[in-house]
Structures are given as C-alpha cells and as structure tokens.
C-alpha cells in the first residue's frame, strides 16, 4: 500500500520515554561531573522531542536508574530545568515532572554564530548523519516489517504531516528518529540522536515555510513507500535527495 494513501493509525500508546529512542537519549552517564550530564541528557530528551510538551519524565527512581546517577543528582538537575522554565512538578496521583514547553527557536544570528562556531565539524555532522541515516533506511528496506513497526512508521509519518509549525521541527525529529530505532540497533539509534542533537539548534532555526513543509513531506513520503515496498535502491535514493535538500537549505539559511 503506497504511504501517501495508505489509513494512518494514531501515534503508538508507549509512553513517549519508552522507547528505543528514549533509551539512547536516556542512557546511562559515564562522564567525571554527572551533574551537568544529566541536565545535558534530559535537555536533550526535551529538545529531540523524545519527552514532548505535556509528557511526564519517568518517576524519579526509574529515571536515576537508566541514567546511573543517584537520586540525589537527578533531582539537583530536575531542579535546574524547573528554574530555567522547561519543566514542572505536578503533584497527586497523576503527578510527576512534566515538560511545560518546547525550548524557544535560537534568532537566525545566534544560528549563524553557532554555525561558525562549529566550524568543520558542521560538515562532519552533516555528512555523518547521511551515513547513519542511509544505512538505516537501507536496512529497514530489505525486509517486510511486521505490524506494529509498520504501524509506528505511518504513524510517525502522518504525525509530521500534520504538524503545526510550532509543532513541525519536534514531529520531524521523531519521523527521523524512527527510521534508526525501526532498524533494530541500540547503537544506531544512539548515534542517531547524537548527530540530531548537535544539528538541531541549527535546524530550528530555519523558518518553516509551507513550501519547504510540503516539499519535505513529498520527501518523507517517498521514503516510506521505498521502505514498504522492501525496495532498498530507491529508500537509499530517497533519504539521500532528503538529507541533500535539507543540508543545502540549512547552509542557504546560515550564509
């Protein structure tokens, strides 16, 4: 069935931290000063939309858990995101952290000075995360997927579809996300979120403009179609053209 007229099941019911993609997100923290990893860890849940606006962080023990830090230091940087505003403490049976909002779009001049600042390692990101993403979509292509996987793919398809622009970038990023996590490797999946991550204030940064929006969508939807038909030749052709448009718009934008 092609992905622009297929029937779209709604967003899958796991929680949004339970998931391959939260887990590389929410990984165990392995540097000296554990502290400022874990605020990193958890902004990065919130800016890669793994925990969107309106979601609840797992409970305190579980999240100190899967990050190995004690509750101690998971709560000292819960407290950090709840001054800076990204979060907050709801109590009762219901309760526990929530994501309050999506973090605020960086101006284009902030952009621009952070693409300076990176240097090299803007085309190093750029082209790394056309390896890991046509490797992916590569993979995903030349088996069927089962039910539910192919079912959580058109889901995140039809999400991004229909994103609001405020919503678009956050949808977006779960769309690409999926495409490492349906792969079935923990390691993609992780790097996956990496290359987003160093990426990502420089993407918010690009207006979402409906021709851009539509163009993406003819984009993503060619993609899923190459994935279902277990076609891995044209998936590889179409992540590729994607990845190229969006990596020539992001440097038209910052130059």
């Known amino acids: 069935m092609p ?16 998931t391959p993609a939260a887990d590389a997100v929410l990984r165990p923290v392995r540097t000296g000063n554990a502290f400022e990893e874990t605020v990193e860890r958890l902004m990065a849940a919130i ?27 998971l709560r ?24 309050t909002c999506p973090p605020p779009t960086p101006p284009p001049g902030e952009a621009r000075r952070r693409a300076e600042d990176m240097g090299p390692a803007l ?7 056309r390896v890991l993403e046509v490797g992916a979509v590569h993979v995903l292509a030349t088996r069927p997927l089962d039910e539910d996987r192919r079912a959580l793919l058109l889901a995140r398809l039809h999400a991004v579809d229909n994103a609001t622009p405020g919503d678009y970038r956050r949808l977006d990023t779960a769309f690409h996300l999926t495409l490492a996590e349906l792969a079935g490797s923990s390691s993609l999946t992780a790097a996956a979120a ?9 993407l918010d940064a690009i207006p979402v ?33 994607h990845l190229d448009a969006t990596a020539a718009l ?3 934008f910052l130059t």
């Not at 979601?55 to 858990?65: S, T």
């Not at 409906?210 to 003819?218: F, G, L, M, P, T």
């Open 3 to 18: 992905a622009d007229t297929a029937t779209f099941p709604p967003e899958s019911p796991r929680a949004a931290s339970d």
């Open 47 to 73: 800016k890669l939309g793994v925990v969107p606006p309106g979601d609840r962080f797992p409970a305190e023990r579980d999240l100190a858990a899967r990050l190995c830090v004690s509750r101690i230091t």
């Open 76 to 99: 000292e940087a819960l407290h950090a995101l709840r001054q800076s505003g990204h979060v907050e403490v709801r109590r009762g049976r219901f309760g526990g952290t929530f994501v």
């Open 123 to 129: 085309d190093d990101a750029l082209t790394f995360r």
């Open 194 to 202: 990496d290359v987003r991550m160093r990426l990502n204030d420089l």
């Open 209 to 241: 403009l409906d021709r851009n929006i539509e163009h993406s969508a003819a984009q993503h939807a060619a993609i899923v179609r190459a994935i279902l038909a277990t076609d891995p030749e044209a998936a590889r052709h179409a992540v590729t053209e």
């Open 250 to 252: 992001l440097r038209g």
